[in-house]
């Protein structure tokens, strides 16, 4: 059902393959596994948490030690992914946004379409609740959540809060894979609709973009514009697990073609739903 759904257009993602020169020497754990298979998992799974500790060569200098609160348990860790973390999350977006249920424009309850892209792994978000399939794409069963992203994600609040046991117990069962062409935007809201005060944790690829984190009471002001590069982490939690955000602009042309996305931006936001089933 709905082929317009099947054939919008991703530039920069759905069409791209391996960019020129992506394969060098020397990136520890790739496995070229697929994130939608339940194995080990590949350099988004294993080694070390961000991975710019390594010295690689070829890899950007490290950015975690800019680590920033933005505001109480909402930090920004720019540059925390590797370029190889990055492709292969890439390569298992790429293949959750085929299917089961493919990649689309959220239809909204009073009739508007989100510009944004998502595809939903382990729940369905369809507003304003969670379900296993996605009714309101082909009725599919979403792809399991792999525990390869859970590991990732315990990484994230390990990195976010210096705390080598924020960690523990954090089980996200639920990803949005958002993807941002040019003109795509993202309202002010919250995270609101998971049963869990767990935090949120955000991994952007391509494309730079603006992320406004505001606070708990309103979509307006007080708010800070954050730039949200290719690599970065952005965590929240804690009194700022229910913040107003938003995407208010994707800057075109600013990623670089060998995160594996030749245009726009990726984003990816696990979150403990609280639901069982
Ligand atoms: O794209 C982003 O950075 C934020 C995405 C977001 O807020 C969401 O999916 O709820
Ligand atoms: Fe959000």
Known sequence: MRQEQMSTPLPGFEEFE???????????GISGGHGGSDGDGGAVGSGEPGGRHSGVPGQSPARSDHRREIAPGA??????????????????????????????????????VMSVQTVCIGWHWQPYAYTRTADD?????????????????????VEAYQDSTAGDGYTPDTALINFYDDQAKLGMHQDKEERSGAPVVSLSIGDTCVFRF?????????????????????????????AYHGVPKVRPGTGDPASGLAGGRLNITMRVTGLDG
């Open 18 to 28: 391996e960019p020129a020169g992506a394969k060098g020497p020397g990136r520890p």
């Open 75 to 112: 930090v920004h860790v720019p540059g925390w992914l590797t370029m190889a973390q990055q492709r292969e999350l890439v390569t298992a977006c790429r293949g959750w946004a085929r299917g089961p249920a493919p990649i689309r424009h959220t239809k909204l309850p009073r009739g508007g």
């Open 214 to 242: 505001g606070n708990t009471e309103t979509r307006t002001k007080p708010y800070t514009d954050v730039e949200l590069a290719s690599g970065d982490l952005f965590v929240f939690g804690g009194p700022s697990r229910f």
């Open 137 to 157: 794409v082909n009725g599919a069963r979403v792809a399991e959540f792999p525990p390869w992203m859970v590991d990732l994600g315990r990484r994230a609040l």
